[in-house]
């Protein structure tokens, strides 16, 4: 999530982004030829009347008639001319391929009233899957770890980590697609969606984003706040993105949500034995941990050492339904037996360079990250006691540490704007916690609106249970009613 400002204000560059020729000022898209997506896009099916097209927009919004990169985009047109609002731009967050995501709201039950409502359009980010897509040429052993930094038992394991990944921050800067580094950026992917709304001949766009597609929601509405109609920000980043402050959230968002497991496990200690109780459920998790960081157990997932072990619990707390798989793997490992192969989409796997390495271009792109080893081994200590489940995780060293300087500063979220932000938001969300939720809200203020959900887990709409929450999204996206305060649905409440 970062990097270092070129020494200009931020009110200034502010001004200077809204005039770059070719994004607010000069309508300037060509249209999209539509053509029937390719099932192989998407893990769910393809709903009927899905398209698909490309668009060309500027690498370089400085230079809007230079070079440029392609975009793939989707959409599911409203079959109700009658109703047909405009069209609802979505991001599936990541920052991951998105051509697919229509698909998978409608899989997902978004209700038919929004399908009516609008044309639903997603996209791919720049820079990732078939938007012209960069690599860093890793190695396998250089993507193992994704983007969630290893879990690091001392100041020497961050030593040797950022040996590591000054090495990534190298070959992304040398490698083929380097020319398109400076320019992939949050900022750069919300004129990008100011392009597809000019290229579909929308005068406004609604948006529905979730996880990191919260921050370029609010980027864009930032951006162009007179071209952002209903805008649904889902499952909050901080103000500042995908930052260094907000990796460090992961240790906060992991205790918030582990009690959920805790119970879990306790409730179900007949059948996994690791605890009658959630404080000895806790207590095992944290044995498990310096068990498997002595000694590590071979799987038919690789070496499963301590680290391994932290991040695959951090994952698997994303979703309820994943917490039998969870209990399971621990009551292998508790046994000293190599777990069970982990369930996943075996093509699951199949671009992940890329990807990868689009996320390390647009995070570390997006805002200032400190460039000293030290600050990292210092914050590591500390958040190892204040979150020592996870938080020594959140505050390692990433590539964003060794970046280029960028080409312009972090865009920064204020309350400039129309009041048409609706923010929902689970309270015990293990990646984009609830305190990252409420400094984003803080920064919107008058502009935004949110509402919490008395749930764990990383999504609220739709494939959230809690249906006051979800209902809320589906009658502001419909009819424009947003709630005139925030408050809490709790876990048992009806719509409202």
């Known amino acids: 999530m970062r990097r270092t400002a070129v020494p200009l204000t931020l009110v200034v560059a502010s001004v200077a982004i809204a005039l770059v020729p070719g994004v607010s000022q000069a309508e300037t898209a060509a249209g999209i030829k539509w053509e029937a997506c390719p099932a192989e896009i998407s893990p769910v099916p393809i709903p009927a009347g899905m398209q698909c097209g490309t668009l060309k927009v500027p690498l370089d919004y400085r230079a809007p008639n230079g070079k440029t990169i392609d975009l793939a985009v989707s959409r599911i047109p409203s079959k109700k001319p009658e109703k047909r609002r405009g ?39 720049r820079g990732i899957g078939k938007s012209t897509p960069v690599t860093c040429d890793l190695t396998p052993a250089q993507q193992a770890p994704g983007n969630i930094p290893p879990y690091p038992r001392d100041a020497a394991d961050v030593t040797k ?23 992939i950026s949050t900022a750069n992917s919300a004129r990008d969606m100011d392009q597809i709304r000019i290229a579909l001949g929308e005068e406004k766009i609604s948006y529905d984003g979730a996880s990191w597609g919260t921050h370029l929601g609010a980027v864009y509405t930032t951006l162009f706040p007179q071209r952002s109609d209903r805008i649904v920000l889902d499952s909050n980043l901080g103000a500042g993105g995908w930052d260094y402050p907000s990796e460090r959230l992961y240790g906060r968002g992991f205790a918030d949500r582990f009690p959920d497991f805790a119970k879990y496990a306790a409730a179900n200690h007949r059948e996994y034995g690791l605890g009658r109780t959630p404080a000895q459920v806790t207590a095992k998790y944290t044995a498990l941990a310096k068990q498997l960081d002595r000694k590590p157990v071979d799987s038919p997932d690789g070496r499963f050492d301590g680290t391994l072990f932290r991040l695959i619990n951090f994952v698997m707390l994303y979703g309820g339904s994943q917490f039998p798989v969870l209990a399971t793997v621990w009551k292998s490992l508790d046994a000293n037996q190599p777990p069970p192969p982990i ?21 570390c792109n997006d805002s200032n990250w400190p460039k000293d080893v030290t600050s990292y081994q210092r914050n590591v200590a500390i958040d190892r006691i204040k979150y020592p489940q996870f938080g020594a995780a959140g505050a390692n060293i990433q590539p964003c540490a060794f970046w280029p300087e960028p080409v312009e500063p972090p865009v920064k979220i ?19 916690p609830l305190a990252g939720a409420q400094q984003l809200r803080r920064a ?32 502001f996206l419909v009819t424009g009613e947003r709630p005139d305060r925030d408050y809490t649905c709790s876990a048992d409440a009806e719509p409202r």
């Open 87 to 125: 069209v609802l731009l979505t991001n599936p967050g990541g920052p991951s391929p998105g051509q697919s995501y229509p698909a998978f709201l409608v899989a997902t039950g978004m209700p038919q009233t929004v399908l009516d409502s609008y044309d639903v359009i997603g996209f791919d980010p």
């Open 444 to 475: 919107f203020g008058d502009r935004a609106t949110m509402v919490t959900a008395d749930q764990g887990g990383h999504g609220v709409y739709p494939i959230g249970k809690n249906q006051c929450a979800k209902h809320v999204v589906t009658t």
């Open 161 to 183: 980590r950022a040996a590591e990944v000054k090495q990534i921050a190298k070959q992304c800067a040398a490698s083929k697609t380097a020319w398109m580094l400076p320019h």
């Open 343 to 363: 369930p996943g989409d075996p093509d699951a796997a199949k671009g992940s360079e890329s990807l990868i390495s689009g996320r390390y271009y647009m995070i």
């Open 414 to 432: 204020t309350d400039r704007g129309p009041s048409n932000v609706l923010m929902v938001q689970n309270q015990r969300d293990p990646v984009t």
